[in-house]
């Protein structure tokens, strides 16, 4: 029998250093890729997103870890389209079988979780005491001057460019996501435009097609020009409008 949700979580946040706090936060891809990272060291963790959510985010993290898989020649298929659901019950049973792995194969050496994600717009690392050893226990020598104000300062400034960084890679990620998801849209886009032209040319050549409510023109017609409820088609005026208002901008759909 597998591990728990609260332990496979237990030892995900100690080893990764993250604070995970649901088995179908999985579902992004990101902590799974680090997972086999600590393994073998040679996961591009810069190409590892931590902060997104869109299942298209999702899939390019997926991406690395099935190359993973390959280069490594792990034999298990990674059911991607189950896992970016974010459904608790097909993360379980994937983390379970990767803790299994990890057992069998983790060779017990150092890993820097924090610095192997380190410029991937990962989260902050959990906080967890730490106990200070050796020269990093350093003590202030007897008649020094306190230096509380400069060292404020100093926190503050690095705390104000780690926050700076972050959102800076929180926005490059963004940005990637939705250039992905408009190519996306535009190819399936251009797809259903080519069948409503095609229909188009075999009703021009045989009118008597679309006169048959049952008939196959009108059945695929009917699935293109179908709206979700909610939805509504603008009209001309207001298609015109909205260009009027973006002016130069350039169309992108």
């Known amino acids: 029998m597998g591990e728990s949700r609260q332990e496979l979580l237990h030892w995900l946040n100690s080893l990764l250093q993250l604070n995970i706090t649901k088995i179908e936060q999985c579902g992004t891809g990101a902590a799974l890729c680090q997972v086999y990272d600590s ?8 190409r590892v997103k931590f902060n997104v959510n869109s299942e298209y985010a999702y899939i390019q993290n997926f991406k690395q870890l099935q190359n993973e898989f390959t280069k490594h020649g792990i034999e298990r298929l990674v059911p991607v389209e189950q896992l970016i659901k974010c459904r608790m019950q097909d993360n379980l049973e994937f983390l379970q079988w990767t803790k299994r792995y990890w057992d069998q194969h983790f060779p017990g050496h150092d890993y820097d979780a924090v610095g192997r994600r380190k410029g991937s717009g990962a989260p902050a690392p959990a906080a967890t005491p730490r106990t200070s050893t050796g020269a990093a226990a350093r003590r202030p020598q007897a008649g020094a001057a306190p230096r509380t104000a400069p060292r404020v300062a100093a926190a503050g400034s690095v705390a104000g460019a780690g926050s700076a960084g972050a959102l800076k890679a929180e926005n490059d990620t963004l940005k990637e996501a939705i250039a992905g998801l408009e190519k996306e849209r535009d190819f399936y886009f251009s797809k259903l435009r080519d069948i409503e032209l095609l229909l188009q040319t075999a009703v021009d ?21 179908s709206t979700e409820e909610g939805f509504e088609i603008p009209t001309e005026a207001e298609g015109a409008e909205g260009l009027a208002e973006n002016g130069d901008e350039q169309e992108t759909f």
């Open 205 to 225: 050549q045989d009118p008597e097609l679309e006169k048959d409510d049952n008939g196959l023109v009108k059945n695929i017609q009917a699935i293109l020009y």
């Open 39 to 46: 393994i073998y060291m040679d996961m591009p963790m810069s």
